[in-house]
């Protein structure tokens, strides 16, 4: 029999919420006995991002046992507003709507990406994470190769073979290299920071914008003025809560010839004034992830300028992003549970 120094001894493993202890009951200091009790906390987990059933399962997977978890996908409408009503975890992006009344339970909220401008005004006090930084790779390869794409003519040589026309060397007048570049980063998140380190080794000399972080150049809105002038790129990666910050006179102040940029939210942008930038000739051209309504109006000229790069807001996505989303859900979802700081936590009314 095994020797206990305690007359009592607990021993627990917490696995999410369910509590094993074991319980050694002693007699003179001898282990005469041991039994274990599980305790469990009864938990409903609603799921309204949509995932395939691979990535449900693996979901369902690293969730407690007792857990009950609804994919909205999967069961009825009124199903659906029945788990609302007394889920205590929320994955995804729900109508903003729904929240004209959170229900009590709801205790913690996963979002399914990075931006949630949508919900800006929602009245809920719980816990709300974002993805946080699992869009920044995919993002800044998008943007950095829209810009690639536009300095060396490609939108102009796919338009060529599209019609079986072999210009060649003619067609190499006003083609550039992004190699030398000045290019000022509006926003140093995770984003920014990917599009700096791409730049970067091109040979681009960059600078980053923010408030307060150390690691960005510029801080105030008078020295990005400053700046503008001896710029030849920019490239936006802001969160929603600036609108319209890349104004009339933000474009004002930029180098004549120099090229827009954009894999941040359409709103930051006055679109209006981009146009006009682009029009005039101030500016060389764009390269566009987002616009400032989604999808683009059919009558915006943005469609028929050739000198315009649109990805549709596709920066983000890739093959293993909902596998990527999952591992996010997983790990902040077991930070709720064991009373753990949760990873890329966000304040709804501030917009970040």
Not at 111 to 120: I, R, S, T
Not at 258 to 281: C, F, P, Q, W
Not at 287 to 302: F, G, H, M, Q, R
Request: glycine share 6%; net charge negative.
């Amino acid at each position: 029999m095994q020797q206990c120094k305690l007359p009592l001894m607990f021993y627990k493993q917490k696995d999410f919420r369910q509590i094993k202890i074991t319980i050694c009951l002693l007699w003179n200091g001898i282990c005469l006995t041991r039994f274990q009790t599980n305790h469990f906390n009864y938990m409903k987990i609603l799921v309204y991002a949509k995932l395939e059933k691979e990535m449900q399962s693996e979901l369902e997977k690293h969730l407690p046992d007792d857990a009950e978890v609804l994919f909205a996908s999967d069961i009825s409408e009124q199903e659906v507003k029945e788990a609302w009503q007394s889920a205590e975890v929320l994955i995804g992006n729900p109508p903003a709507d729904w929240f004209e009344e959170t229900p009590g339970a709801l205790k913690f909220w996963q979002l399914e990406n990075v931006g949630f401008e949508q919900y800006k005004e929602v009245d809920y006090k719980g816990k709300t994470a974002n993805v946080g930084d699992i869009s920044a790779v995919p993002c800044a390869e998008t943007i950095v190769s829209g810009i690639l794409a536009f300095y060396r003519g490609i939108p102009k040589m796919v338009r060529n073979q599209v019609k079986k026309e072999w210009v060649g060397e003619k067609s190499s007048a006003g083609l550039q290299i992004l190699s030398g570049k000045k290019v000022i980063i509006l926003g140093s998140g995770a984003i920014g920071e990917h599009v700096n380190k791409l730049l970067q080794a091109f040979g681009c000399s960059t600078q980053m914008t923010a408030k307060s972080d150390p690691q960005a150049e510029i801080h105030s809105f008078d020295h990005l003025l400053q700046q503008l002038t001896e710029t030849d790129l920019v490239v936006n990666t802001l969160p929603g809560n600036l609108d319209k910050y890349v104004s009339q006179e933000f474009f004002d102040a930029m180098k004549e010839g120099s090229l827009y940029a954009n894999v941040g939210r359409g709103n930051t942008t006055d679109e209006a004034a981009l146009i006009n930038a682009l029009e005039s000739g101030k500016l060389t051209g764009a390269v566009l992830d987002v616009t400032e309504k989604e999808p683009l109006a059919e009558d915006s000229p943005l469609w028929e300028m050739e000198n315009v790069i649109l990805t549709q807001h596709t920066g983000a996505e890739h093959a293993g992003r909902d596998q990527d989303k999952v591992e996010k859900f997983i790990s902040n979802i077991r930070k709720y549970l064991n009373h753990e700081e949760i990873e890329d936590e966000v304040k709804l009314s501030e917009g970040y």
